[in-house]
């Protein structure tokens, strides 16, 4: 699900890291909400507190939010960017860099948070705002633009418009087009309300806190593992029939 791309790459492949990035991404959206009280997988709100603050001539207010802003863009401009430098080498999986950079982030927040105390909640929320741009950058490549999964503005709206669609078969005669990506919609909304869920869960019930974070980077990484796992198995099998 990570590596193929172009032509290769399948809804299957879609739905796959669909499912596991949203999950993610869903986990990341409720701590960060509940340790900081901060929105922490999009910047949209961000954008609109700092309009305000610049507005009312509070601009030492306005920088926090500028540099949540900012940390998710240079985020998103660092995966990217790594993605472009390796993607000449075709023996790498160019895409395990900007995740794996995700999962240390997410893991070093949330087993730092049991020796330090969280006294600067500002740099946690730039940490994790940082590494959902990373998510939804690598994500957006992978999936050619088809796949985002650190929040649901633009999902819902473009769920609407296909459902609308779906009413009118003349206009819109690639049903099988049309429905699966219905479907892949409807798969990363629900599994970000499922990482919300286990988020929610873990910090809260199970009282692990910032460790919640933790899980997030295990199933990020288990992810990867055995995609990669996946992939030599397949090139094994082809090898050996070559024979």
């Given at each position: 699900?990570?590596?193929?791309?172009?032509k290769?790459?399948?809804?299957k492949?879609?739905?796959?890291?669909?499912?596991?990035?949203?999950?993610?991404a869903?986990i990341?959206?409720v701590?960060g909400f509940?340790?900081l009280q901060?929105l922490?997988t999009?910047v949209?709100?961000?954008f609109?507190?700092?309009?305000?603050?610049?507005?009312?001539?509070e601009?030492?207010?306005g920088?926090?939010?500028?540099?949540?802003?900012f940390?998710?863009f240079f985020?998103?401009?660092l995966?990217?960017f790594l993605i472009e430098?390796f993607r000449?080498?075709?023996?790498?999986?160019?895409?395990?860099?900007?995740t794996?950079?995700?999962?240390?982030v997410l893991?070093?927040i949330g087993?730092?948070?049991?020796?330090v105390?969280?006294?600067?909640p500002d740099?946690?929320?730039?940490l994790?705002?940082?590494a959902m741009?990373?998510?939804n950058?690598?994500?957006t490549k992978?999936s050619?633009t088809i796949?985002?999964?650190?929040?649901?503005t633009?999902?819902?709206t473009?769920?609407g418009?296909e459902?609308?669609?779906l009413?009118f078969?003349k206009?819109?005669?690639?049903r099988v087009?049309?429905?699966?990506?219905?479907k892949?919609?409807?798969?990363?909304?629900?599994?970000?309300?499922a990482g919300?869920l286990?988020g929610?869960?873990?910090?809260?019930?199970?009282d692990?806190?910032?460790?919640?974070?933790v899980?997030a980077a295990?199933?990020l990484?288990?992810s990867?593992?055995?995609?990669d796992?996946?992939?030599?198995l397949?090139r094994?099998?082809?090898?050996?029939?070559q024979?």
């Open positions: 699900m990570f590596r193929h791309q172009g290769s790459r399948t809804l492949h879609n739905l796959q890291i669909a499912t596991v990035l949203s999950f993610v869903g990341v959206n701590t509940l340790a901060q922490t999009n949209t709100g961000h609109a507190l700092f309009i305000y603050d610049v507005s009312n001539l601009f030492w207010r920088t926090v939010y500028f540099l949540y802003i940390s998710f985020g998103s401009f995966s990217s430098l000449e080498n075709k023996k790498w999986n160019v895409y395990v860099l900007p794996t950079i995700e999962s240390l893991l070093s087993l730092l948070s049991n020796v105390d969280i006294t600067y740099v946690i929320a730039c994790l705002l940082f741009g990373l998510q950058s690598y994500v992978i050619n796949v985002r999964t650190t929040h649901l633009g999902l819902f473009d769920l418009i459902i609308s669609q009413l078969p206009s819109h005669p690639n087009k049309l429905k699966s990506t219905i892949l919609r409807i798969y990363i909304i629900s599994f970000f309300f919300g286990a929610g869960f873990f910090y809260s019930k199970i692990l806190k910032l460790n919640t974070l899980f295990v199933v990484l288990l990867l593992l055995f995609d796992f996946r992939y030599s397949i094994a099998k082809r090898k050996y029939r024979k």
